[in-house]
């Protein structure tokens, strides 16, 4: 299952972990949140962004292999979500 991305093609099948996040700047600190916990603080924080997070074996025990697709809103993440969710029931 191929996901072609704006950050190129994505290999679905080695994906080990996907998640949805919210980027917000908290008091200077800026962390990655769950969309239910934006739901209910969100108006708390100042959201910068949304992202859709791919986590992939690693490369080696100290270097991660992420990717990482960046929205400016919740609505383009959810479109995204869609289409990947989709590749993954076909």
Same mark, same amino acid.
């Given at each position: !299952? =191929?996901?072609?991305?704006?950050?190129? +093609?994505? %290999?679905? &099948?080695?994906?080990? @972990?996907?998640?949805?996040?919210?980027?917000? +700047?908290?008091?200077?600190?800026?962390?990655?949140?769950?969309?239910?916990? =934006?739901?209910? &603080?969100? %108006?708390?924080? /100042?959201?910068?962004?949304?992202? $859709?997070?791919?986590?992939?074996?690693?490369? #080696?025990?100290?270097? @991660?292999? @992420?990717?990482?697709?960046?929205?400016? #809103?919740? %609505?383009? $993440?959810? +479109?995204? !979500? #869609?289409?990947?969710? /989709?590749?993954? /029931? %076909?």
């Amino acid at each position: !299952m =191929i996901y072609k991305s704006k950050l190129g +093609d994505l %290999d679905l &099948s080695k994906v080990i @972990r996907l998640y949805p996040a919210a980027v917000v +700047d908290m008091h200077g600190e800026v962390a990655e949140m769950s969309l239910d916990w =934006i739901d209910m &603080s969100g %108006d708390k924080v /100042q959201i910068k962004s949304f992202v $859709l997070v791919f986590d992939f074996p690693p490369l #080696t025990e100290d270097v @991660r292999n @992420r990717v990482v697709l960046e929205f400016e #809103t919740k %609505d383009e $993440l959810i +479109d995204v !979500m #869609t289409e990947v969710a /989709q590749l993954f /029931q %076909d």
